[in-house]
């Protein structure tokens, strides 16, 4: 099983090129970052994961394309990941060629997990409405796949629209999509749809979902998708339990904080890696 990692990076936590290659020199497969533009102060929106009070990192969160980047730079083989982009509030033509332009400086190691986000007022200020958020993500995925893989490359939705256009650099690796959220029908249609995966937050209820997700993917006429479970906090017998459910990566969360202390954390889970 590979095993990756996770952590909010932001301007007062562990540097992202000093983690990578931390990382990396223990064997890790992956680094994913998570992704919030800005967060308004009104807190209209209560925290997703129920804290009293939002953390402070979420105010604070680097960038991941520009951060992953600074990743690359230091590093050889582990992915890079976002974990995740919030697709709805991001202009699909840039980020298209971010993305790819991240791909093709990497060599190809981009792992884009995406999601439709949770706090109302984030997603409002980018012009979009919170209850058409799943639908504005999804169009902007489908888009910069043409981008990515088309060589005359056009889009037209409700939300994006765009005519036959040139876009280099290609991706090397696709990217890989992978939509995290919890488990439920209209999630698993986006999966199957346009997906290579589903990343379920902290991984709780994994087994259960299986089915569900199976059946989606069939009913899309594909093979079925690839579940990474992320921001787990690890035991020997959960992985062993992901192991035998045939899950091939895992991604641990680690705490944003400055490097003495995601470092220890990081030393702790070197003992997972097989």
């Given at each position: 099983m590979r095993l990756g990692v996770t952590m909010f990076a932001t301007d007062r936590s562990m540097p992202v090129a000093e983690l990578a290659r931390a990382a990396e020199e223990r064997g890790f497969a992956s680094l994913y970052l998570p992704e919030h533009t800005h967060i308004p102060l009104s807190r209209r929106t209560?925290?997703?994961?129920?804290?009293?009070?939002?953390?402070?990192?979420?105010?604070?969160?680097l960038d991941p394309l520009v951060a992953l980047a600074h990743a690359a730079a230091v590093t050889g083989r582990i992915a890079l990941g976002t974990g995740i982009m919030l697709a709805?509030?991001?202009?699909?033509i840039v980020t298209a060629?971010?993305?790819?332009?991240?791909?093709?400086?990497?060599?190809?190691?981009?792992?884009?997990?995406?999601?439709?986000g949770w706090n109302v007022e984030e997603i409002e200020d980018h012009g979009v409405a919170y209850g058409s958020?799943?639908?504005?993500?999804r169009e902007h995925i489908l888009a910069m796949k043409a981008l990515w893989s088309e060589e005359e490359a056009g889009f037209t939705g409700s939300h994006v629209s765009f005519e036959p256009s040139w876009s280099w650099p290609k991706p090397v690796?696709?990217?890989?999509?992978?939509?995290?959220?919890?488990?439920?029908?209209?999630?698993?249609a986006h999966v199957a749809e346009y997906a290579d995966g589903w990343m379920p937050i902290g991984g709780k209820g994994v087994r259960a979902a299986l089915p569900a997700l199976r059946e989606a993917c069939e009913k899309a006429?594909?093979?079925?998708?690839?579940v990474i479970p992320f921001g787990t906090l690890p035991s020997a017998e959960k992985l062993d339990y992901y192991a035998g459910m045939g899950i091939e990566e895992v991604v641990l969360s680690l705490p944003s904080a400055p490097a003495g202390q995601v470092l220890a954390v990081l030393d702790g889970y070197v003992g997972f890696l097989t």
């Open positions: 209560a925290p997703a994961a129920g804290q009293a009070v939002l953390p402070e990192e979420y105010g604070r969160t709805a509030q991001r202009e699909p060629k971010a993305v790819a332009t991240l791909d093709h400086l990497s060599g190809g190691r981009v792992v884009l997990g995406v999601g439709f958020r799943r639908d504005v993500a690796s696709g990217p890989p999509v992978y939509v995290g959220g919890a488990a439920g029908p209209k999630l698993f006429g594909r093979e079925m998708a690839e």
